[in-house]
């Protein structure tokens, strides 16, 4: 478990998701959810130990928010 996260910009993290639409863009903290199904391209950003650690990835949403 990450117990040395620190917020950063007024949150413990964010996340940058583009739909595969090309047209939807999501920026999150952890507590919000992915608005629609289908497949993602994502940043996340969080700082740990005074470091700003961004990590890049696709995934696929199968179940949008309620």
Known sequence: ?????QPYLGAMGHLILIHEDGVTLVHS???????D???????????????VVTSAFVMSATAGAE
């Open 1 to 5: 478990p990450a117990t040395n996260l």
């Open 29 to 35: 903290h952890p507590d919000e959810r992915i608005p």
């Open 37 to 51: 199904v289908g497949n993602y391209r994502g940043w996340a950003q969080f700082q740990r130990d005074g470091k």
